[in-house]
């Protein structure tokens, strides 16, 4: 089964709507197709993927990315997390505990003033034990490699090892898939790396499920799995190789092509042979060398004659 | 600016005043100004700066570090000086203008000065030895029973506990923005009230925006990781007395004891020193 | 305008159990017709250090001066020293991180021009001096009579840097100008901060965590870490001490690491490696 199923889902952000106002009803109008964030996005992601989703600012994907632990609802279509729709309010805990979600900026989503809290804070709503929450609590943090911190206050962390204390509080909850918003959007290049090789290994040593929200081109190179959205809309979905060999697209999207594959496109538009959808660094020096070899190969046949 | 402030900053050792439960040291807090309030004389005075002294010695928090903290509340001590000294009736023995001193005056002020003292210190003690998050803890279940009437106990802990936790951020805040329009050439110092009033919008109004914003993420995060208020919630250290509560509590009884004893003996024994 | 640290220290909290040096001993020239990058991580006294570059922080110890004249001395400012600093600012424009969330006025316009109202412009020439600084950032004349917040997040970003733009600076310095953009968004400010630079023939300082943008973008570049300015030269050979930066946390741009792998050294921009190995195929 899909952990995530969405089915033509579209989201409006509420309208101010002054009934006794006549006047300007293209205005209104106008406002809300504004105000339509999410247009009829259909998607499906398998269990253990890692999923990146790209797109320019206001795109939709955030909004998205809240329709998945049921911050908001679809206001048409429906949306399945592991079987449960989004709209059934009896299951809100289940899918809450199901989807996990670390947001953007660090200090606005760290409610403890103590870090062991801070990640307990999740298992303590949904009322567990405190044996429990003691266990899931030091257990998230020896995953996210934050144990010895356990005991200081957040604010003495730096961004990146905030944000593995939040990716701890959602992960004391067990979740089936965890979320990423932007969050390594305010980190230095050291905080994003721990960051992501944090959830990778999650992802792969424990299945759990990660849709990554971003903007660096170089983090989507990495993915199972691309969604692209523009306009509320999922406008592209494939591999990685098969989103950047449509490189005109990317680009006409506000995207860009990470350094890898902007080099492979200078060549190409150079007359190099260099194949569509280079993703690794392996592939564009085989696909370099190859030709110095094949070339070098004939001048040495060429001798030999 | 809020950096500056001491007073009630948790002071980070472990001693066994720290260890109490945050609900003795609540009721500590009462009963303690209670006692201040009640003794009258001399020997009550000493007994209450004793009493004190072995509270600061038992805490393991540096006197230099309370004394920091008094800094800020200095010139109230000085006013409350001031009015008991110059304005005091009784045996006159300096008097110009509008000023007078009198015996009595003289002593009032000193008993006065170091009454309020004690009290600040004594309370800020409450604090120093107890973490945000404990004594908001402690709070809650002290609050726990006007549940009854609906008194949202559990959701003003809550709203105390992020506030501590936002004040550092919230005043980087208010620092950043101070800079950011000091570098478009602001001026903050020169003018009058209204001038400088109104050099203020562009820093309130950022300043307001982003509060906004802060609160409206945080709230967003706790949704997402099923906060629905006190009801059903766990903790992960719940609050338990120990045995060392409870020697706590019958301190605190024998403490409040002394202090009544000492107003109501001393009050047929000795005349002097009486205030 | 040249600007010059001798020796400059900042600590934080002295004489305290807190007391955090955050720069330490740092001799730089900065000035003249470059785009010059900072780059460091988080920490590393970046921030520090582009604060006392226009007067926002006093040096604790050491002297910086501008064209040769020291504006902070020892002891208490007098007025005539605080006006002085004041006028710095204007000088020597700094714009913070996320320079949208000090967006403060009615409209686009209005705030612009609080800059050059504050440097004691009327009405009139304030506005003058906001449209042009809109126009130098691509504003569209119909967005200027809007909310700020009403901006899209890539706009308010530009009408923020025209806020200081408007000031007229000798110096331009941006603290990470592209964070939080989306990919476009990005380009479109370094692209303009680059033709502003070109244009103008001034000093433009910016703060950045892309190994990439500061490889296309800058003239120089100068590394910092732990409070110590650690590299300091023309970009290609800042980012010839690869190792030194992948140490610091830092590391080059990506397509330097690739075509290194390739035996190639000096390409850091996707043109410059696409010639290069274009030139080898060719010597071959």
Redesign the interface.
Known sequence: MEIIKSEKISYSYPVFEDPDSQENKELLEKKKEAAKALDGVSLEVRPGQFICILGRNGSGKSTFA?HL?A?ITPTEGTLWIDGMDTKDEEKL?DI??TV??V?Q?P????????V??EV???????????RD??KG?YKALEEVNMREYAKVS??KLSGGQKQRVAVA??LA?NPKCIVLDESTAMLDPRGRKEVMDTVKKLNKDDGITIISITHYMEEALEADYIFVMDNGQVRMQGTPREIFSREEEIEELGLKLPQLCQLAKALRNKGMDIPMGITTEEELKDAITKRQISENDSEITAGEK | MFRDITIGQFYPVTSIINKLDPRVKLCGVVVYIAAVFIINNIFGLLFIIAALAVLIYLSKVPLKHIMKGLRFVWFLVIIAIFFNLFFSDGDIIWRWWIFHMSRQGILRAAFFAVRLVCVIVGSSMLTYTT???NLTAGLEKVMQPLNKIHFPGHEIAMMM??A??FI??LSEEIN??I?????????F?SGGIIVKAKGM??IM??LF??AF??AS??A?????????GGE???????LRYHKRDTVGYIVLLLFLLASIGLRILMQQFVTIGRI | MIIKLDHVNYIYNPDTVEKVIAVDDVNLEIGGNSLTAIIGSTGSGKSTLI?ML?G?LKPTSGTVSYDGEVIFTEGKETKEQ?KKI?DL??RV????QY?E?????ETVLKDVC??PK??GFTQEEAEKKARKALEEVHMPEKSILKSP?DLSGGQKRRAAIA??LA?EPEVLILDEPTAGLDPKGKTEVLDLLKRYQREKETTVILVSHSMEEVAQYADRVIAMHKSKVILDGPTHEVFSHREELEAIGLGVPEVQAFTESLGIKDAITVQEACDAILQRQKAE
């Open positions: 809240k632990n911050l805990w809450r505990r996990g979600m947001f900026n200090d606005n989503q760290i409610i403890g003033s103590i062991d809290e307990a804070f999740g298992l303590e709503n949904i009322g567990a034990s405190t929450i003691r609590v957040p604010n509080g959602v909850m | 973490t945000p998050t506990s992020i501590l936790r550092p951020i950043k923005i800079k950011a329009q000091l570098a478009r050439g602001a001026d110092d919008i562009p109004i950022p925006i982003s914003r802060r993420d945080l967003t995060a706790m949704e997402s990781r099923c906060y629905s059903g919630r766990t903790k992960m250290y719940p | 604060q226009n926002l605080k004041r600012r204007c424009g700094l714009v913070f320079p969330y000090q967006l403060f006025d609080y800059g504050n440097q917040f806020g200081v000031m």
